[in-house]
């Protein structure tokens, strides 16, 4: 059993769409990254969390630490969105989502 | 500010030749340096990190190892290459005392024919 999973691993929406990644772990963490890969392979973290929400422009990603679960929101998406999303734990080490594959059509 | 090299950004090897991967970290001083290989449709898979200078843990037995020269230059190695080696290599720190946080490097995509 992986210590991090992603929901769904494939996603594909209209422009526009609000979209909704969901990370559950099994292990005690003391913070959380969103990851966002694009094609090229480079990856950026768009947010680390030990609680609560932040946002960032049209994104959003809120955990809670008692269900050990994270969310990532995307409002009014946008083509250039399309990237894999990866969830990330710390606790005594990284544990890796395997990622969630977004394509957002015009 | 804080940045991180790694070269080279593609590489075809053929299978029993050696491999050499380099990573820099700028603007920090001490970081944790992690490997990672992300093979085609798969997570990150950590390989190697170091808390220090020649210090690295492994995580998975490999074909691979790791050298930590100086303070802040991380190196990947392979005296054969095999095929499976084939994926996505990514460099990454975390700044000294900051734990959780992790940066990446822009990776290097190794096909191994």
């Known amino acids: 059993k992986n210590e991090v999973e992603q929901s769904p691993q494939n996603l594909t929406a209209q422009e526009g769409e609000f979209i909704t990644i969901n990370c559950s772990y099994s292990?005690?963490?003391?913070?959380l990254h969103w990851l966002q890969q694009h094609p090229g392979g480079g990856i950026v973290s768009l947010f680390m969390?030990?609680?609560g929400k932040k946002k960032h422009g049209r994104l959003i990603a809120t955990i809670n630490i008692q269900e050990k679960h994270s969310s990532l929101h995307i409002t009014a998406s946008h083509p250039r969105d399309s990237a894999v999303y990866i969830c990330?734990?710390?606790?005594?080490?990284?544990?890796f989502g395997t990622g969630t594959s977004l394509t957002v059509i015009p | 500010s804080q940045t991180i090299h790694q070269w080279p950004a593609t590489l075809v090897q053929p299978v029993g030749s050696p491999l050499s991967l380099e990573c820099t970290v700028e603007?920090?001083?001490?970081?944790?340096l992690y490997w990672y290989r992300q093979a085609a449709g798969r997570g990150l898979q950590l390989l190697f990190y170091?808390?220090?200078?020649?210090?690295i843990s492994s995580e998975v037995p490999q074909n691979l190892s790791a050298s930590r020269p100086q303070d802040r230059q991380f190196i990947l190695s392979s005296k054969k290459l095999l095929l499976s080696d084939s994926g996505f290599y990514l460099c990454?720190?975390?700044?000294?005392?900051?734990?959780?946080?992790?940066?990446f490097g822009p990776g290097t995509r190794l096909t191994v024919t």
């Open positions: 990330a734990v710390f606790g005594n080490q990284f544990y």
């Open positions: 292990v005690g963490i003391s913070a």
């Open positions: 969390l030990s609680s």
């Open positions: 603007g920090t001083s001490n970081p944790n």
């Open positions: 170091s808390v220090g200078i020649g210090q």
């Open positions: 990454a720190f975390t700044p000294s005392g900051v734990l959780g946080e992790q940066y």
